[in-house]
């Protein structure tokens, strides 16, 4: 509708990989390096989503090793508090009328706030009037945030423990640590990635966490391009991996991946099934990622005969535009 071209897709910690690919490769083209190999742990956590990613970096070839990522983000932060706020608020909202929405929405609006504010301050105090009567005022820490959020928080640790187990490399191997997005600014997030990766800081080439992946999809739509930078910064190749497993689910079975996660792209698979009954003359082949379904294919034509015995191949294969 916007008659936008895409060019291709990016998960967001690729093009945080891309952008730092690129500040190394111009750093060692100014201290006239070798441009030894180094490996960088991405944390990318935003309201919807948290992704991380372990990429390995030399001379201007960024290699995505792992990608690991979970739909817990900032909102469900957000969601945890207002809870805790207001223990009985699923009640109080349970209407959904004019008055409710405009109480919700500035629940909502003030818990923001406080999050916020404590990615600064020790504590803060919330102070709002939610109409028909109902107030709160009341006086939060960070450690008490970091309570309320203990599960989000230790899933956060686990995904960053399964990429390294993943890309198979070791926590003292990891020469960079890069945290991106909305909750980079939290200290919890800072900490947990860094004790983790047990780094005292971490990169400061990003100087703007929100506009990481902007900057590397740029990087990546120019090299798409083919525009030419006489000093060599556009002179960088990205590998990806797939993030999620790509697979069938055929006449009601188990969900088969076809393309495991992490392979690296471009990547083409084929597999082999049969029929499960005798004389079945077409199936439906439903394609997956993970458990999102792609769509499906209905085969028709297959010759009649005992089950077992036809052949059905299934090819998928990810170009480099990872469509």
């Known amino acids: 509708m916007a008659g936008l071209h895409v060019l291709r897709l990016m998960p967001e910690p690729t093009a945080v990989a891309l952008l730092y690919a690129q500040q190394q490769h111009k750093a060692f083209q100014e201290t006239m390096g070798s441009g030894s190999e180094k490996v960088a742990l991405i944390f990318n956590m935003g309201a919807g989503y948290c992704d991380v990613a372990v990429t390995a970096t030399a001379g201007g070839v960024s290699e995505i090793k792992a990608v690991a990522g979970s739909t817990i983000g900032g909102e469900d932060l957000l969601q945890n508090m207002m809870c805790h706020l207001l223990p009985d608020s699923e009640n109080i909202f349970k209407n959904h009328g004019v008055k409710e929405i405009k109480s919700m929405a500035l629940l909502r609006v003030a818990t923001h706030d406080a999050i916020h504010r404590l990615s600064s301050q020790i504590n803060f105090q919330v102070d709002v009037d939610l109409g028909d009567g109902l107030k709160i005022c009341k006086v939060v820490d960070r450690a008490e945030f970091e309570e309320v959020n203990k599960q989000v928080f230790g899933k956060c640790e686990s995904l960053i423990i399964q990429c390294l187990h993943d890309a198979k490399v070791k926590v003292e191997d990891v020469n960079d640590v890069i945290i991106v997005d909305g909750c980079s600014y939290i200290p919890r ?31 990546e739509g120019a090299v798409a391009l083919g525009i030419i930078d006489p000093f060599g910064n556009l002179d960088l190749l990205t590998i990806q991996a797939t993030p999620h497993a790509i697979g069938i689910r055929a006449d009601g079975n188990k969900f088969v991946p076809v393309i495991p996660r992490n392979t690296r792209i471009p990547a083409r698979k084929d597999l082999l099934f ?21 769509g499906y294919i209905k085969i028709t034509g297959i010759p009649a005969a005992r089950k077992g015995v036809p052949e059905i191949n299934v090819c998928m294969d990810i170009d480099a535009a990872n469509v």
Request: net charge negative; aromatic share 6%.
């Open 189 to 219: 997030v800072r900490n947990l990635v860094t004790k983790i990766c047990e780094v005292t800081e971490v990169y400061k080439g990003i100087i703007n966490p929100l506009e990481g992946a902007v900057c590397g999809a740029a990087i």
């Open 274 to 294: 049969t029929t499960i009954y005798d004389n079945q003359t077409a199936t439906l082949i439903l394609v997956y990622e993970e458990n999102q379904l792609l």
